[in-house]
């Protein structure tokens, strides 16, 4: 239904009206490009949209303003890493604070020892650990899980995303022969076949979860309870009991990754659904934009792995890193969420996800699009498609073109949307006109491409 040409003209016209009203922007962009590979200090910041990124000046709460003086609507929030708002009053005041008097000594504080209470409270695993990024502690479940289990493989979910860590870059090929295990699409340099180390299974289907555990040699199934990083898919009726019932028939240990998911509410997915994994890892959102990750476990678990946390050469094990469990770190993660990531919050911020949902929805329904709008908790994404039930089918669906006008469209009207698929996330800072705002847009866009 949308005009392909009309589409790149609109696009252009997009372009060069970002271009014309980001004239600071484009100044710090070319100076960038003169020392930083590709303009940018980390490579997917040239996913935004426009000729280049917005220099930001300041933001707080749910908004941030951009060196030529334009206030958006924040709807991506780091990616989660800001998912509590921008500048959180509590934590600043706790960095400064720590800052005076400790930042790192590789030393406990008392506050690390309140943190993992506070996170046992809310994913009901008692033990736990820190890391500097939900990469490394999934890193470190995988090492555990193939310690603990002697076996050499670790399962994702096909078109998963958990970080950097090189055994989750696989998806399946489908071919004559039958589905094989090959490096995801983008991956850079794969210091091994991903085949040799990583088994991957769509998301919803029990059958071949089944089919691929009973083999014997999966140490961990890593997943999160509903994909997000190929945009939102979430699990069937029935699907995640059946998961937990299969791993645990098989002898495979359960991740869940709810760096994500925990846009579901205080204990992520596993809390509100109710879900029973042998491992939580839980990455950015908890330290209200400092860098700090953790991992959960039951006490079966932090029992077995009592005697090498306590060995000798635990310093060479390949888990840790002298940063982690820093006196900073911890003193921001214990003031975010004493103060942020509540019940109270998730209300607030969940109610103002379902409003998204419910105007884009009437949007598409006005304008006869085969198009969905999908939530997960405070989170809400929409498709150019029916809902994908797999990864497969969801990275299939993506509309780049589309997507790029989008965002862009969007940008220009003053709403920033996740640079990757068409994610919005909402934080107790947010209000119903901003997402008022992104609605107008929205519609706006919509009107546009169908003249």
Known sequence: MIDRIRLSRLHAQEEQRFIDTHPRSGELADEAGEHLLAGVPMPWMTRWPGAFPVFVESASGGRFTDVDGHTYVDLCLGDTGSMTGHCLPAVADAIAERSRTQITTMLPT???AWVAGELARRFGLPHWQMAMTATDANRFVLRFARHLTGRPRIAVMDWCYHGTVDETLGVLEHGRAGDRVVPRPGALGPQVDVALTTAVVPFNDLDALDERLSRGDVACLLMEPALTNIGIVLPEPGYLAGVREITRRHGVLLVNDETHTICAGPGGATAAWGLDP????MGKPIGGGI?????????????????????HDIDVAGVGGTLTGSALAMAAVRATLSTSLRTEDFEVSIGLAERFTADVA???????????????GCRAEYWFCPPPRT?????AAVDEELDAFMHLWTLNRG?????????????????TADVDAHTDAFRGAVEALLG
């Open 362 to 376: 009437d949007v598409i329904a006005a304008h006869g699009l085969p198009w969905h709008v999908q939530r997960l």
């Open 110 to 112: 008392a506050d690390s």
């Open 415 to 431: 709403v920033l949307l996740a640079p990757f698929h068409n994610m919005s996330l909402f934080s107790p800072f947010h209000t």
């Open 278 to 281: 042998d491992f939580v890892v």
């Open 391 to 395: 990864g497969a089918q969801a990275a």
């Open 291 to 311: 860098p700090v990750a953790a991992y959960g476990m039951t006490t079966e678990i932090a029992e077995q792995l009592a005697g090498p946390m306590l060995g």
